[in-house]
Nanobody, 124 residues
């Protein structure tokens, strides 16, 4: 089992940047592929990014491609989401999730473990 804690959210103006962190405890983080998802008020949780166990393969939602970058430091049990050129429509609670599977999936229901999320608010 792994416990996940997100941090780094906050209020930022449009065009600004934030870096989210996801710290894992329990099992070694390298056991899992990691995903970032977000959920805006009244909307379903949606896929943002996924990073492979080694960090060598990443996937991004079209809405964030070119603006967001996911990385990981398995030695520190940390995963990161660098968010640049933020837009008001990026406002949401951001969650990291852990997946022990080996097949790429953008579906929230395929994540086995979740953090409690961190709120990102982008003002116009």
């Amino acid at each position: 089992q792994v416990q996940l804690v997100e941090s780094g959210g906050g209020l930022v103006q449009a065009g600004g940047s934030l870096r989210l962190s996801c710290e894992a405890s329990g099992r070694t983080l390298s056991t899992y592929a990691m995903g970032w998802f977000r959920q805006a008020p009244g909307k379903e949780r949606e896929f943002v990014a996924r990073i492979s166990r080694s960090g060598s393969i990443t996937y991004y939602a079209d809405s964030v491609k070119g603006r967001f970058t996911s990385s990981r430091d398995n030695a520190k049990n940390m995963v990161y989401l660098q968010m640049n050129s933020l837009k008001p429509e990026d406002t949401a609670v951001y969650y990291c999730g852990a997946d022990s599977g080996y097949t790429y999936t953008p579906h929230a229901q395929d994540m086995e473990y979740w953090g409690k999320g961190t709120l990102v608010t982008v003002s116009s």
